[in-house]
């Protein structure tokens, strides 16, 4: 089974989006981590077909996390979730192939058809091109 691993350090926000994805747990498992340290570790343990990564974390943040995920994941989609956007996110969330951009507040049914289009990206052997939501 595909596994999806969303990664954000607050432990509320994180419950109500593996709460809400639970509908979904016939198409993918979700797996999480509360930071980018975190993430990497299990990266190196686990194999990953979607990625879903907050940008603003303590230690190692979305943007090193995304880094790692070009140089050692590059065919993975990732989904970049954030209320702090930046203008050079979201230039490089549109310069890369596998990123997509998703701004909170949104709906978990948004974001389960975004991770379920990656899937699907995945499984074609296609890029994940660009959306920004």
Not at 49 to 73: A, Q, R
Not at 89 to 102: G, L, N, P, Q, V
Not at 109 to 125: K, M, P, Q, T, V
Request: aromatic share 8%; hydrophobic share 35%.
């Amino acid at each position: 089974m595909d596994k999806v691993l969303i990664v954000c350090d607050n432990p509320e926000f994180l419950g109500i989006l593996k709460e809400g994805l639970q509908k979904y747990e016939g198409q993918f498992e979700v797996l999480t981590a509360s930071g980018g340290d975190e993430a990497i570790e299990l990266l190196n343990r686990e194999r990953v077909s979607v990625l879903v990564t907050d940008l603003v974390m303590p230690i190692v943040d979305g943007p090193e996390l995304l880094t790692h995920m070009t140089y050692k994941h590059p065919a993975t989609p990732c989904i970049i979730m954030t209320d702090h956007g930046s203008p050079e996110i979201k230039k490089r969330a549109d310069r890369e192939d596998s990123f997509r951009y998703f701004k909170k507040p949104f709906d978990c049914n948004d974001l389960a058809r975004e991770i379920i289009e990656g899937l699907d990206c995945l499984d074609e052997g296609k890029f994940f091109r660009q959306g920004h939501r």
